[in-house]
């Protein structure tokens, strides 16, 4: 079965400044997705990127993006220019691309605080 | 705003009791997740339906069932209820590809 461990419970930042939060995971397969996830305090879950293991190539959006190392299976993501709005809890979650179960496999979270 | 919605937000109900989660997806989206989100076991899932069919299973209690509905609006059924069933129940929603789920803002189940 797939694990995905995120080893930062909580993690701080200045605002402006540049965070990473890491993620490993564990698996035997080699097509997968890979997912970050934000929730605020509002609650809601919010999908922040998305990688395709099959692609080398890091994803980015905008402030937001991710150094994928699949030998390592590592899955870190980078916050530059952290705002105050980015304060939140993030999921790091895998997903199988072979077939069964397209079930998201969830870390345990890192809780984010930005200080002004 | 994701496209997914459910109701209600917050539920109180007492142990015993018996509730219904209700899920609408995004337009268009035939495939239904259930998650449950507890501080003791984090972010696990449940069910999935695809077109009205169950098509995966997971750490889903006897006592919770769940359907899809021909207009692929979704209902989740807790029974028996205990205290340890208090809990963020989401739902989130795929397109065809199946790729990317999209979350709603949760339903909160409080059992007293």
């Known amino acids: 079965a797939q694990t995905v461990t995120q080893s930062q419970p909580e993690m701080s930042v200045q605002e402006a400044e540049t965070v990473t939060l890491s993620c490993t995971y564990d698996?035997?397969?080699?097509?997968?997705?890979l997912f970050w996830y934000k929730q605020p305090p509002s609650r809601q879950m919010i999908l922040v990127i998305r990688?395709?293991?099959?692609?080398?190539q890091n994803a980015t959006e905008n402030r937001f993006s991710v150094n994928f190392q699949k030998a390592a299976k590592s899955f870190s993501l980078k916050i530059s220019d952290s705002q105050l709005g980015d304060a939140a809890m993030y999921f790091c979650a895998y997903r199988s691309n072979q077939g069964g179960s397209e079930k998201l496999v969830f870390g345990k979270g890192t809780k984010l605080t930005v200080n002004p | 705003d994701s496209g997914v919605t459910q109701t209600p937000k917050h539920l109180i109900t007492a142990t015993g009791q018996r509730v219904t989660l209700r899920c609408s997806p995004r337009?268009?989206?035939?495939?239904v997740y259930w998650y449950q989100q507890s501080l003791d076991q984090g972010l696990q899932f449940l069910i999935q339906?695809?077109?009205?069919?169950?098509?995966a299973k997971g750490n889903i209690l006897e006592r919770f069932s769940a359907q899809q509905f021909p207009d692929l609006h979704s209902e989740l059924n807790l029974s028996s209820l205990e205290l340890g069933d208090s809990a963020l129940y989401f739902c989130?929603?795929?397109?065809?590809?199946?790729?990317?789920?999209?979350f709603g803002p949760g339903t909160r189940l409080l059992v007293l």
């Open positions: 989130a929603s795929t397109g065809p590809e199946r790729e990317t789920q999209y």
């Open positions: 339906y695809y077109n009205g069919e169950e098509r």
């Open positions: 337009s268009g989206d035939l495939s």
């Open positions: 698996t035997s397969e080699s097509d997968y997705y």
């Open positions: 990688q395709e293991a099959y692609k080398q």
